[in-house]
Nanobody
Framework: QVQLVESGGGLVQAGGSLRLSCAASGRTFSSYYMGWFRQAPGKEREFVGRIMWSTGNTNYADSVKGRFTISRDNAKNTVYLQMNSLKPEDTAVYSC?????????????????WGQGTQVTVSS
């Protein structure tokens, strides 16, 4: 059974940093890409970024480029989202997801497995 479990969310002041973790289990993810999405109240789910397990190649939404970094630890089967220079508009529930279809990986429909999400709140 595939499980993605996020952790590391919390409350932080604007300008601060948080690191989210996504522990993956239940299958081999070497051929997968792992994405991070977020959803604020009343807003649509938004792509944050993704990483390829095999190569470490990443890409990011323009809104977080230069502030957020995705990495992975193959030995721990864990993906990280390092968030720096946080802004109040980054407040959302952040979820990780796994997919391996040959489609645009910024679309939430590209992902088959999802974590439960973790709340990130940035105060001004």
């Amino acid at each position: 059974q595939v499980q993605l479990v996020e952790s590391g969310g919390g409350l932080v002041q604007a300008g601060g940093s948080l690191r989210l973790s996504c522990a993956a289990s239940g299958r081999t993810f070497s051929s997968y890409y792992m994405g991070w999405f977020r959803q604020a109240p009343g807003k649509e789910r938004e792509f944050v970024g993704r990483i390829m397990w095999s190569t470490g190649n990443t890409n990011y939404a323009d809104s977080v480029k230069g502030r957020f970094t995705i990495s992975r630890d193959n030995a721990k089967n864990t993906v990280y989202l390092q968030m720096n220079s946080l802004k109040p508009e980054d407040t959302a529930v952040y979820s990780c997801a796994a997919g391996n279809r040959a489609v645009v990986s910024s679309l939430y429909t590209a992902y088959d497995y999802w974590g439960q999400g973790t709340q990130v709140t940035v105060s001004s």
